[in-house]
């Protein structure tokens, strides 16, 4: 990686996120036109990021809910109602 | 000061908690638990780690919440005490010391064929084999993180916190949530990368 570019690797995330002023996006993007490894870096990234986000969920087990909901109740039935 | 962090449906279901209301306490549950587990599960890997967490968020979420003055969302106080928990839990486990992972070792030198091979995932549910299988490599590629790194990966990708929530959850700068998420980020793409470019 050229040194050019190790400064922009570096706020790529930040990019990604919107989390960068206009004239930090603009240097970004005039790399990314010149510099095909640091194009890949931005795609890969994005979509790793993306692949992470739609596998994220889960379920969470019929018992494990009823013992969380019983519990609760034992603990604050006198104080509820 | 009248004005609350909480949305309306949070805050009509913590004044009727407050007032004594059993059925408040369950949809409280009903609208976070299985956030609560998804971010125990993430953090810990094991179902019954994920099952204490949830457990311990909702005892101590409860206990308090009466005193809870609502200058934050309900939602990102209760991932406080979740974080709290994680943080107990992986304390008596006496886990390895985290590490930090280097920027450095990201840069690959004279790289411009550096390929990564990040898969799609498929929404045909004939390839739902494939799925779980995927989804079973990249909570493994999660899990290897470390752990400082896994907090504000998961608070940040998987549960869709903004840096300053991230930030306030932790009790760690703004500046800090941004770097351990870059660096956690592109751990988790040569993890992915590596694990198909193996076959």
């Known amino acids: 990686m050229k040194e050019d570019c190790k400064k922009h690797f570096k706020r790529i995330s930040e990019y990604l ?33 993306q692949l992470c986000k739609e596998t994220g969920e889960e379920e969470m087990p019929a018992d494990m809910r009823d013992r969380l909901r019983s519990n609760l109740r034992d603990c604050f039935s006198h104080k509820l109602k | 000061m009248n004005q609350t962090a909480t949305n309306a449906i949070d805050h009509d279901l913590i004044a009727r908690f407050k007032a004594g209301s059993m059925e408040a306490m369950e949809e409280i549950v009903e609208r976070y638990e299985k956030r609560i587990f998804t971010f125990g599960l993430k953090m810990c890997g094991h179902l019954q780690d994920a099952e204490d967490i949830v457990q311990e968020t909702f005892l101590n979420a409860f206990r308090y919440l ?16 979740a974080t709290r928990a994680c943080i ?33 995932l498929s929404d045909d549910p004939s390839d739902n084999v494939l ?15 470390p752990h400082k790194y896994r907090l504000v990966f998961n608070l940040r990708d998987t549960e869709g916190f903004n840096t300053e929530e991230t930030s306030e959850i932790l009790g760690i700068s703004v500046q800090s949530v941004k770097t351990r998420l ?9 993890k992915i990368s590596g694990h198909y470019m193996e076959g």
């Open chain 1, 17 to 49: 996120d919107g989390e960068l002023d206009e004239r930090a996006c603009k240097e970004i993007e005039a790399n990314l036109e010149k510099c095909p490894e640091c194009l890949e870096c931005l795609h890969s990234l994005k979509k790793s990021i």
């Open chain 2, 66 to 81: 009466g005193r809870f003055r609502e200058e934050t969302k309900l939602k990102n106080w209760l991932f406080k005490i």
């Open chain 2, 88 to 120: 107990r839990k992986r304390r008596k486990k006496k886990c390895e010391p985290d590490y930090e992972i280097s920027l450095e070792s990201f840069v690959h030198e004279n790289g411009s064929d550096i390929k990564y091979e990040i898969p799609d």
């Open chain 2, 131 to 145: 799925r779980a299988e995927l989804k079973q490599m990249i909570d493994a590629a999660i899990q290897s993180l």
């Open chain 2, 182 to 190: 870059h660096r956690a980020r592109l751990f988790l793409r040569e």
